[in-house]
Structure formats: structure tokens, C-alpha cells
């Protein structure tokens, strides 16, 4: 099992930045991709960003490409997200999660919120 925890939320004003913390414990040997989504009220959770744990590659939607910036320090088992530029639709409470083949997700953390005012 693999446990994941999020931090660094809060409140920020449109221009701004934030960067998201997920600490991962537990079999972490077992990860083979960490990533973020969020969800915001009425809506589908949407995948944000990810970044593949042996090579380190990438991916992110479209509508972050250029304002988020997804990576991660191994030794500590950590993921990053930094988010400049932030824009009021971009309030939604962020999701770290993981998965052990790049498929379906595995684990899930227990998500942070994000609010960005206008």
C-alpha cells in the first residue's frame, strides 16, 4: 500500500502562486506514476499534470501547459506542483494520486483546497 498526503493549499490572488507538497510513505517501490488532478463543485475530476517515476517525464493539460510545473525530489519521496499565474477557474480542491502501471489510478490523497480570487 501506498499512502499520500498533500499540503500547501490556501488562498491566493489571481496572478498568483502556489506550490502543492504530496509526500508519499508506505510501498512507494510500487509507483510507477504520480501525478494531480482537481475537482471543482458540479463538475468531473480533471487530470492536471503527472510525471513518470523512473525517467521523469511529463504530461499536462492543456489548460495549465506553461503555468504549472509538475516535479519531484526521489530521495525524499515527494512530488511538486508549482502553479504561477493562477486564474480564478483554476479553484478546485487538488488531488495527489498514484498509480503502479500507468493505468487506472491506485491511490489517492485526501486532496487540498485551492482558491484563487478574483
Known amino acids: 500500500q501506498v499512502q499520500l498526503v498533500e499540503s500547501g493549499g490556501g488562498l491566493v490572488q489571481a496572478g498568483g502562486s502556489l506550490r502543492l507538497s504530496c509526500a508519499a510513505s508506505?510501498?512507494?517501490?510500487?509507483?510507477?506514476?504520480m501525478g494531480w488532478f482537481r475537482r471543482t463543485p458540479g463538475k468531473e475530476r480533471e487530470f492536471v499534470a503527472n510525471?513518470?517515476?523512473?525517467?521523469?517525464?511529463?504530461y499536462y493539460a492543456e489548460s495549465v501547459k506553461g503555468r504549472f510545473t509538475i516535479s519531484r525530489d526521489n530521495v525524499k519521496n515527494m512530488v511538486y506542483l508549482q502553479m504561477n499565474s493562477l486564474k480564478p477557474e483554476d479553484t478546485a480542491v487538488y488531488y495527489c494520486?498514484?498509480?503502479?502501471?500507468?493505468?487506472?489510478?491506485?491511490?489517492w490523497g485526501q486532496g487540498t483546497q485551492v482558491t484563487v480570487s478574483s
Open positions: 510525471i513518470i517515476w523512473r525517467d521523469d517525464r511529463t
Open positions: 508506505g510501498r512507494t517501490v510500487s509507483i510507477y506514476r
Open positions: 494520486a498514484a498509480d503502479r502501471n500507468g493505468g487506472s489510478i491506485d491511490w
